[in-house]
């Protein structure tokens, strides 16, 4: 082959197209080439296969024993839910009226079509009250709540459930938007408003620290406008991802209810002076949009990148055995290495180490584990096993990059390096976010940023109506993601600025983007 010419294969991309090419093609080819999931028979719906399973596995595990250190249970309610309890509240259920997926029949019975012959199967058996397939739980876990709390004895009531919801989605994309997708949801009753919200901002804490400890995500914290608050909330708060097209994603949120569900479902206490009062309940959640919301924040043109805490396996170990004589014993030497990386814990867990022995070639291992994001992959021949040592390749750096390190040195330091991983997208990440949020204060010049093709997040000072929002929000196809809390990670907004679109002083600053 020309030179020419192999440099050109070499410079081709394992993903088509790349991201600058066509970013959302991009994505659901990076699904694809690591095996993720794919789409089911079941219309908007997804199968999500065992490599993407397990990051959502691994996910559930750490956010699960955060929130037992934070005092929560885990229980689990009705999938179907009483048409009736949603009617209790009106302004929620209108809210979700429009992704209801309802059930009105209890059995189907086997009728042949007199023309076809065929034999079809036809519901039968209404029901006398229809059942909504939960879009969320609030109506159904109220009605228990009501039944658990008597005194202030009882309080706080901090329940957690992991379980799946269907919205009946539109416009589907795998892991972001389904008609049907696995989360968590918590939900907590309180004797004080003052300790609901304690508890709204805490969790709200909780998912921001995860999504930067765990998943190498930097968030932006805030609130959401009163158009952007969950049904019948009356705080919400977010934490605002961006992505490597610049888009946002509402990564997880965190609601205090007030007594809005609370008074709709009789959820009363006698308090400490006798008197029945209602309680004050939160709602909280993360999805499988956590999983969407990585792969478009890490992966490259090559293929997923998984940041070593939730990447179902951290490090694959590659036998290369050129010649029969050799294998066993290059076998040998990759069992023994793994066996001794298992013995060792990054965060509190065993690595999780494989051994690929599959009957084909080396080159398509390679790229099998750069596709599926693997962080560290280690290869070990006949002459490795010979000078102790070992040809390393980390996937936040370029697939055709390795080192070869000694076998001792990376026993000692493979913890490190895994910590390194992380460390590296995060910042990599960070820098990605910061150089595109931009201040602007002047109204044509917010007009005009949103031509451009893939715009960054602008933050602008801001005193407007609901109305006035959404006037804004229809005209540019954007939203406020959030009323940013100022933990100073944004740039500042001149002191004395206005709000750009009324001209009044400006009550708070606010991030505008487009999401998926």
């Given at each position: 082959m020309p030179q020419s010419a192999h440099l050109m294969s070499e410079q081709k991309t394992a993903i088509s197209p790349t991201r600058n090419q066509n970013f959302p093609e991009w994505y659901q080819q990076v699904i694809k080439a690591a095996d993720l999931a794919e789409n089911s028979e079941t219309r908007g719906c997804m199968v999500i296969k065992p490599w993407g399973y397990g990051i959502w596995e691994l996910i559930q595990q750490q956010l699960d024993r955060r929130f037992k250190a934070t005092g929560h249970q885990n229980a689990y309610f009705p999938l179907l839910i009483p048409l009736s309890y949603l009617e209790k509240e009106?302004?929620?259920?209108?809210?979700?009226?429009?992704?209801?997926?309802?059930?009105?029949?209890?059995?189907?019975?086997?009728?042949?079509?007199?023309?076809?012959?065929?034999?079809?199967?036809?519901?039968?058996?209404?029901l006398d009250e229809p059942y909504v397939i939960r879009p969320t739980s609030e109506t159904i876990i109220g009605a228990a709540f009501a039944r658990w709390v008597n005194s202030?004895?009882?309080?706080?009531?901090?329940?957690?459930?992991?379980?799946?919801?269907?919205?009946?989605?539109?416009?589907?994309?795998?892991?972001?938007?389904?008609?049907?997708?696995?989360?968590?949801?918590?939900?907590?009753?309180?004797?004080?408003?003052?300790?609901?919200?304690?508890?709204?901002?805490?969790?709200?804490?909780?998912?921001?620290?995860?999504?930067?400890?765990?998943?190498?995500i930097p968030v932006i914290p805030g609130e959401k406008t009163e158009n952007e608050r969950f049904p019948g909330a009356e705080m919400t708060l977010t934490v605002e991802a961006m992505v490597q097209d610049k888009k946002a994603i509402q990564a997880g949120t965190s609601h205090y209810l007030a007594q809005n569900f609370s008074k709709a479902q009789e959820i009363t206490f006698t308090g400490r002076d006798g008197s029945i009062q209602h309680v004050h309940t939160t709602s909280w959640g993360v999805s499988t949009r956590m999983i969407g919301t990585l792969i478009m924040a890490h992966?490259?043109?090559?293929?997923?990148?998984?940041?070593?805490?939730?990447?179902?396996?951290?490090?694959?170990?590659?036998?290369?055995?050129?010649?029969e004589e050799t294998k066993q014993a290059v076998m040998d030497s990759c069992e023994a290495l793994a066996s001794l990386l298992r013995n060792q814990?990054?965060?509190?867990?065993?690595?999780?180490?494989?051994?690929?022995?599959?009957?084909?070639?080396?080159?398509?291992?390679?790229?099998?584990?750069?596709?599926k994001g693997v962080p560290i992959r280690i290869e070990i021949g006949p002459r490795d096993i010979e000078s102790r040592k070992v040809a390393l390749s980390r996937r936040d750096q370029a697939s055709g990059e390795k080192s070869f390190i000694d076998k001792e040195h990376f026993l000692?330091?493979?913890?490190?390096?895994?910590?390194?991983?992380?460390?590296?997208l995060l910042e990599r990440a960070t820098v990605m976010r910061d150089n595109n949020i931009k201040v602007c204060t002047d109204l044509q010049e917010f007009h005009h940023h949103w031509t451009a093709e893939n715009p960054s997040w602008l933050l602008t000072p801001w005193a407007g109506t609901p109305e006035e929002e959404d006037q804004l929000a229809k005209q540019h196809k954007i939203t406020i993601r959030c009323l940013p809390l100022d933990d100073g990670?944004?740039?500042?907004?001149?002191?004395?600025?206005?709000?750009?679109?009324?001209?009044?002083?400006?009550?708070?600053?606010?991030?505008?983007?487009?999401?998926?």
């Open positions: 009106a302004e929620h259920a209108e809210g979700f009226a429009t992704e209801c997926a309802v059930v009105t029949h209890h059995r189907l019975e086997a009728q042949k079509d007199p023309e076809t012959g065929k034999t079809r199967m036809i519901p039968t058996g209404k202030y004895r009882d309080l706080p009531l901090l329940i957690n459930q992991w379980a799946n919801v269907m919205r009946w989605e539109m416009r589907p994309r795998m892991f972001l938007r389904t008609a049907e997708f696995l989360w968590q949801e918590g939900h907590t009753a309180h004797e004080t408003r003052e300790e609901a919200i304690a508890e709204t901002r805490m969790m709200h804490r909780e998912y921001e620290a995860f999504l930067r400890d765990h998943l190498a992966s490259d043109d090559d293929g997923l990148v998984l940041p070593p805490r939730v990447a179902t396996q951290q490090i694959v170990i590659i036998p290369v055995t050129p010649k814990f990054f965060h509190g867990d065993p690595l999780r180490v494989h051994v690929d022995t599959r009957d084909i070639s080396g080159g398509v291992k390679k790229w099998d584990w750069v596709k000692r330091d493979c913890v490190e390096i895994l910590a390194s991983i992380h460390q590296s990670t944004l740039p500042a907004i001149p002191a004395g600025s206005t709000c750009l679109l009324t001209g009044r002083p400006a009550l708070r600053p606010a991030i505008w983007g487009r999401s998926y």
